[in-house]
């Protein structure tokens, strides 16, 4: 049996991914339904995450880093035209497919939201979070992918956990960061 959290975040992920068709976000080609358990058949990409490959490739080549963050920033742009935030953007979240092209996968976290309309929820994974996440207003979600991927772009130059040091935001200092 499912928890709660964990249906809404399967319902998040489907209702995203069913819509957003792009090269470089993750594709639902099907739903398999069975008595304790939901199966979701997506595309196949056997070339790990890219946390993964910076920990085995690093220092990685600019050409490298431009590839994989051009893919990303495509796959936020597109997702944002259509209304949708990711709000888990990190290294570990990004798929290579057998031509090292990146592919944003786990929408568990998305949103759709109109033009201007503010969220109240802050989530994400710490070290990718914006300094606005940890405060209690409410906020808009879009700016914290941008946020979260240049988070990515500084572990794609400077290897894993390198914006960790730069990026520990808590409530009581976030106003001054």
Known sequence: QLALEDVVALEQEIRAIKVLTHTNIVRLFDLIHGKNQICLVMTYLPGGNVYEYISTHHPLGVTEIQTFFAGVLQAVGYMHQRGFSHRDIK?????LDTDKNPVLIDFGLSTKTQPGQMVKSACGTPGFMAPELSTSRPLLPMPTDLWATGCLLVELF????????LNDISPSNAEEK
């Open 158 to 165: 400077g290897g894993n956990d390198s914006v960790k040091p």
């Open 91 to 95: 290294p570990e979240n990004v798929l």
